[in-house]
């Protein structure tokens, strides 16, 4: 049974820096494609970041682009988020998804397994 378990979110100003990891488990995370995504209140799951675990290809929203890396630790097995300068609006649950192809990598029905989320609260 594959399992994801996000971790590192916080409180943190405006401008400061979190960086979130996707511990995956019961699976080769080299053979997917790890997502990022976020879900604000009252407000729709969205697309952040996605990476092609082999490859190392990567995509981002434009909202987090230049602010935003995603990477991955093969020896670990584990994915992570580093968010810099960060904002108000980028307040919200983050969630790494594990999906099996790297096709229409911003729709949430793309990936099969999702990690229990971690808050990121970023104060102004």
């Known amino acids: 049974q594959v399992q994801l378990v996000e971790s590192g979110g916080g409180l943190v100003q405006a401008g400061g820096s979190l960086r979130l990891s996707c511990a995956v488990s019961?699976?080769?995370?080299?053979?997917?494609?790890v997502g990022w995504f976020r879900q604000a209140p009252a407000k729709e799951r969205e697309f952040v970041a996605a990476?092609?675990?082999?490859?190392?290809?990567?995509y981002y929203d434009d909202s987090v682009k230049g602010r935003f890396t995603i990477s991955r630790d093969n020896a670990k097995n584990t994915a992570y988020l580093q968010m810099n300068s960060l904002k108000p609006e980028d307040t919200a649950v983050y969630y790494c998804?594990?999906?099996?192809?790297?096709?229409?990598?911003?729709?949430?029905?793309?990936?099969?397994?999702w990690g229990q989320g971690t808050q990121v609260t970023v104060s102004s």
């Open positions: 998804a594990l999906g099996s192809a790297w096709i229409r990598t911003t729709e949430r029905l793309r990936y099969d397994y």
């Open positions: 990476i092609r675990w082999l490859s190392d290809i990567t």
């Open positions: 019961g699976g080769t995370a080299s053979r997917y494609v």
